[in-house]
């Protein structure tokens, strides 16, 4: 059986005393879904902590699902990971930092040849 979102949450803020955790449930959008058959969940953590200072996307993302491997995939079968440091979190939604402007989309070969 899934872990209600307050089992998970405090199973995150346990591992990560320190940050935030914002949990989603989203296991509504996947039913009749293989893994919801059984009864795992499906989650959506955002994590914001210090702990993810200079670590590489996979490292954050290996320090939350080891805190709930023992979970893994019988309670939860799939978890969606955002995990922040406080300044990517203060700098927008999805944690840029950069402020330069988005590069522009590339262009087709096809549109740049004379017909």
Do not use: C, N
Not at 21 to 39: I, K, Q
Not at 95 to 104: H, K, W
């Amino acid at each position: 059986m899934k872990p209600t979102p307050d089992e998970l949450r405090t199973r995150l803020a346990s591992r990560f005393p320190e940050g935030r955790v914002t949990l989603t449930d989203d296991s509504h959008l996947h039913a009749g879904h293989a893994g919801a058959a059984g009864g795992a969940g499906h989650f959506t953590a955002t994590i914001v902590a210090d702990a993810f200072a200079g670590l590489s996307r996979v490292a954050r993302h290996r320090l939350v699902y080891d805190a709930v491997a023992d979970w893994m995939p019988h309670r939860i079968h799939a978890l969606v990971v955002k995990a922040l440091t406080p300044a990517e979190s203060s700098a927008g939604p999805q944690g840029a930092t950069s402020t330069q402007p988005p590069a522009p989309p590339a262009r087709s070969p096809d549109l740049d040849t004379p017909h």
